[in-house]
């Protein structure tokens, strides 16, 4: 079906989903909306990034295709744009770029979700039959996991869910802290026939993260494993767990339940106590149920990040059309609350990732959908710039407020690369120890994204490069210190290492999303990926400035930049 014809077909259904979804806030007050501020303006809301019309969201649920349709769930205030009366929202697309809006799946109606429908995912059971386990709040403030399934199968849309009154079918039993035991996992099936299933969780009385096990035989009636499938102490509530296999070589994605050989599985947690996504490649003992972390992947704080920025409670599905693995991750404000409110809307979905497993085994590599490249307008090209030491370039020719840019930087020299000390082992805190505005030897070089004519205003995408005792350690950092004139807003560096071989070819690549308040930045064909949210004052609309920079003493050269103004696509009634 071609998206006019979606369109077109939902057209009555869109006029009644949306009401009802969407102007339950139309009471809000803009108390504190001047005029003359970029708030006023709309200059913040984002241009092709997933977002309602307005109010709150936060966790991507239950992404999946079903009957030639993309479906995408996600937590929703429809009364605010403050975290609370929080809902399952539900939007459709054909290409996972344009969306339509209809009526929320899941709401508070029962006694086991009275007090809230929290994350969750699906599973497309044998039949092509969805379904969905989600947490709910019952009377007593306890965390249970329910099971919710289309009303009608023939509906491709998906439009009407039932919560069955047999609900919950997980409860927290002994040794589960009910207060901390939520977000289930697509379920999988094992050789033997039987579905399992993931809850995060913490051990009560400690800071043990733990990611439950269930085992089922028919999807309700559910019973816990002896031991967690993984868990490690100190690392607090792992919320929103995720996983599923990655094949050893090539990209294609695959299904949930596949295991086999030449297969690796990943499993993502999202840690409550510093609100990042962390993920661990190793080996899934399917008979013992046991994930075993490989020596390269540490499982804590300090091991591998999908994304090094404002990018949270992360979820994949797997798209059998395409035999590939895609990412959803949720990326909030870092404005103030007030102004939340005044610009009546809170919280985006990052651009959907192809995610795969990198050739060195080591890491998982991300990239932009291909069907975001449809959205691709004027552009321009650059080929074989140099960019002096200490200098900075405008790159002109192109609106640059919402873009893609990639750019490949040749670096002729690395012997002019500062020494590493080996206690730098925080890149986001190195990042704020050698900002962009720093002054180096190999870097910082990279762009300045959302720049007022002046330079007054600029977020810093960059790259530094430095000697180690055997290899050269290569830092990708977003700097958003002076990325806005208003003083109150928190302007975090963030930072990532970037796992390449530098000296082998000595070329380093970027490509940088712009979205008017978001930019979404993947370095060295997405191995490292930045995620950040700026606010400018004039550095907005057309007095949004594209720049090449290098702030040190080695030139670089620019040996291909390709920038693109992009289109707003169909975005929720919008």
Not at 7 to 20: A, D, E, G, N, Q
Request: hydrophobic share 35%; net charge neutral.
């Amino acid at each position: 079906m071609e998206l006019s014809k979606l369109t077109k077909c939902l057209s009555m259904v869109i006029l009644v989903c949306f009401s009802f979804s969407f102007m339950e806030a139309s009471h809000v007050v803009y108390h504190t909306q001047l005029t003359s501020s970029p708030l006023s303006k709309g200059a913040y809301r984002t241009g092709y990034h997933f977002q309602p019309p307005m109010n709150w969201i936060n966790d991507p649920n239950g992404p999946m295709y079903y009957k030639g349709i993309y479906h995408l769930f996600y937590q929703y205030n429809p009364e605010g744009a403050q975290w609370g009366n929080i809902v399952w929202a539900h939007s459709i697309s054909l290409d996972l770029i344009n969306w339509v809006p209809l009526q929320p799946a899941i709401y508070r109606s029962k006694p086991f979700d009275i007090n809230g429908c929290w994350s969750g995912s699906a599973t497309i059971l044998p039949g092509n039959k969805p379904a969905i386990l989600y947490t709910g709040i019952d009377p007593d403030n306890r965390q249970v996991q329910n099971l919710a399934i289309p009303k009608n199968l023939s509906d491709p849309f998906l439009r009407e869910w039932l919560k069955p009154d047999y609900n919950p079918v997980i409860n927290p039993g002994p040794g589960i802290n009910a207060t901390a035991f939520r977000d289930p996992t697509t379920a999988w099936m094992g050789s033997d026939g039987h579905w399992r299933v993931l809850l995060g969780s913490r051990k009560p009385g400690t800071l043990r993260g733990e990611a439950v096990l269930y085992r089922s035989r028919d999807f309700v009636k559910w019973v816990k494993a002896k031991h967690p499938l993984h868990s490690l102490r100190d690392t607090g509530m792992w919320e929103c767990p995720d996983f599923f296999p990655v094949a050893v070589n090539g990209m294609k994605g695959l299904d949930t339940s596949e295991n086999r050989e030449g297969v690796k599985h990943v499993l993502k947690v999202s840690l409550d106590l510093t609100r990042s996504d962390h993920y661990t490649i190793g080996t899934y003992d399917a008979g013992k149920d046991r994930f075993v972390a490989e020596n390269s992947s540490d499982d804590d704080s300090t091991g591998l990040r999908y994304d090094y920025g404002n990018f949270y409670a992360s979820k994949t599905f797997f798209d059998p059309v395409e035999r590939r693995r895609i990412l959803w991750g949720w990326s909030n404000e870092s404005d103030t609350p007030q102004d939340d409110t005044a610009k009546g809307w809170s919280g985006i979905q990052t651009i959907p990732r192809s995610i795969w497993l990198d050739v060195n085994g080591r890491q998982l590599v991300q990239w932009p959908i291909k069907e975001l490249d449809a959205l691709r307008g004027k552009g321009i090209h650059l080929y074989n710039t140099v960019v002096k030491s200490r200098s900075h370039d405008e790159i002109k020719g192109i609106s640059s407020a919402q873009a893609d840019v990639e750019i490949s930087f040749d670096v002729p020299s690395l012997e002019k690369a500062e020494p590493f000390d080996p206690t730098w082992t925080d890149p986001q805190v190195l990042c704020g120890l050698k900002g962009a505005y720093v002054n180096g030897g190999v870097g910082p070089f990279g762009l300045l994204v959302l720049a007022s004519a002046d330079m007054e205003e600029k977020t810093a995408v960059f790259i530094r490069i430095f000697k180690a005792s055997n290899k050269h350690v290569v830092l990708m950092c977003h700097d958003s210190s002076k990325s806005s004139a208003r003083p109150e807003l928190w302007k975090q560096s963030f930072g990532g290492f970037v796992d390449v071989d530098v000296e082998k070819g000595k070329k380093i690549s970027l490509r940088s999303l712009i979205d008017n308040s978001v930019v979404e930045s993947f370095g060295a064909g997405g191995k490292t990926c930045i995620t950040s949210r700026v606010y400018p004052v004039n550095a907005i609309g057309a007095g949004a400035h594209l720049f090449a920079f290098n702030n040190g003493e080695q030139d670089v050269r620019i040996e291909n930049l390709t920038a693109w103004e992009m289109k707003k696509p169909l975005m929720n009634g919008l």
